[in-house]
């Protein structure tokens, strides 16, 4: 096959420019733009280096335009390329006298981060604005009674939970020490408000399970069978992910007989165990 002669005499030289940032990424020249233009998105390119850095980029050839830079009577392709070495020392492309790949890519990253700086700039700003305003906030709610009230409460509770038994052990030493000052000043109130004391004791309640009586006689009546009778919902058994349980107060002091579950013991047996349980704490305490 005979080479077809081409004809330089109408020598078109054109620039590939990326759209968005005006970066040119190729220059040439040619006889026929339009169909230069579909070399390039052809299966075997004509710029290999510039279809590999879109496809990698993840960009679109609708991303590029091509720019005629002006057209020029040559003879050959030699003064073809002579002319191509001219306007590539006037743009200064010296990127494109040996481009590739990573070359063309990183220019249009660098592009690409150039651009959105400022934003990402102005975005930075506005997080340190708001947590500097946060943390203003923060020292002045540090500053108020509440939160010096809440403080103080955690650490009485951080400081008991730690010493239990140190604290145990001081309000037992107190208590035999002040045993016999506290119950002299018990009795002294007693005397010095014995009218009010029988005032109080006469007062008439009405219990839940619809009994009236005195207050005098409230502990004696919460354990009648009268009162463990009418109140079905008292020792209500409980369940718990890992144990079975019901409450009751003795002595003022409000206490918890559980049943754990475990693997020796069926659920249906530990529930029966603390049926009996609450069955016989009912019997041992009704009047």
């Given at each position: 096959?005979?080479?077809?002669?081409?004809?330089?005499?109408?020598?078109?030289?054109?620039?590939?420019?990326?759209?968005?940032?005006?970066l040119?990424?190729?220059?040439?020249?040619?006889?026929?733009?339009?169909?230069?233009k579909?070399?390039?998105?052809?299966?075997?390119?004509?710029?290999?280096?510039?279809?590999?850095?879109?496809?990698?980029?993840?960009?679109?050839?609708?991303?590029?335009?091509?720019?005629?830079i002006?057209?020029?009577?040559?003879?050959?392709?030699?003064d073809?390329?002579?002319?191509?070495?001219?306007?590539l020392?006037?743009?200064?492309?010296?990127?494109?006298?040996?481009?590739?790949?990573?070359?063309?890519?990183?220019?249009?990253?660098?592009?690409?981060?150039?651009?959105?700086?400022?934003?990402?700039?102005?975005?930075?700003?506005?997080?340190?604005?708001?947590?500097?305003?946060?943390?203003?906030?923060k020292?002045?709610?540090?500053?108020?009674p509440?939160?010096?009230?809440?403080?103080k409460?955690?650490?009485v509770?951080?400081y008991?939970?730690?010493?239990?038994?140190?604290?145990?052990?001081?309000?037992?030493?107190?208590?035999?020490?002040?045993?016999?000052?506290?119950?002299?000043?018990?009795?002294?109130?007693?005397?010095?408000?014995?009218?009010?004391?029988?005032?109080?004791?006469?007062?008439?309640?009405?219990?839940?399970?619809?009994?009236?009586?005195?207050?005098?006689?409230?502990?004696?009546?919460?354990?009648?069978?009268?009162?463990?009778?009418g109140?079905?919902?008292?020792?209500?058994?409980?369940?718990?992910?890992?144990?079975?349980?019901?409450?009751?107060?003795?002595?003022?002091?409000?206490?918890?007989?559980?049943?754990?579950?475990?693997?020796?013991?069926?659920?249906?047996?530990?529930?029966?165990?603390?049926q009996?349980?609450?069955?016989?704490?009912?019997?041992?305490?009704?009047?």
């Amino acid at each position: 096959m005979t080479k077809k002669n081409i004809n330089w005499t109408n020598t078109i030289f054109y620039k590939v420019v990326f759209k968005k940032f005006n970066l040119i990424l190729d220059v040439n020249f040619t006889t026929n733009l339009d169909k230069r233009k579909y070399n390039y998105k052809a299966e075997k390119p004509f710029n290999q280096c510039l279809s590999s850095c879109l496809q990698n980029g993840g960009f679109s050839w609708d991303d590029l335009d091509f720019i005629q830079i002006k057209k020029v009577e040559c003879g050959c392709r030699n003064d073809a390329k002579q002319e191509l070495d001219k306007i590539l020392k006037e743009l200064d492309l010296r990127y494109l006298y040996d481009p590739n790949e990573k070359i063309l890519l990183s220019m249009i990253q660098y592009e690409i981060r150039h651009q959105e700086l400022p934003a990402i700039q102005a975005k930075r700003e506005e997080e340190r604005i708001e947590l500097q305003s946060q943390l203003e906030a923060k020292r002045k709610y540090e500053q108020t009674p509440e939160y010096k009230a809440m403080k103080k409460k955690r650490y009485v509770q951080l400081y008991r939970e730690e010493n239990k038994e140190k604290i145990n052990e001081i309000n037992r030493q107190s208590y035999h020490k002040n045993k016999d000052a506290r119950n002299l000043q018990k009795k002294q109130y007693r005397e010095n408000n014995k009218e009010k004391i029988q005032e109080m004791q006469k007062k008439k309640m009405t219990c839940s399970c619809g009994v009236t009586f005195t207050a005098r006689h409230k502990a004696s009546h919460e354990k009648s069978k009268r009162h463990q009778e009418g109140n079905p919902g008292l020792y209500k058994i409980h369940e718990l992910k890992d144990r079975f349980y019901f409450t009751y107060t003795l002595n003022g002091i409000r206490k918890e007989c559980q049943v754990k579950k475990t693997k020796n013991r069926s659920q249906e047996e530990s529930l029966q165990l603390i049926q009996e349980k609450r069955q016989q704490f009912i019997e041992a305490n009704l009047e």
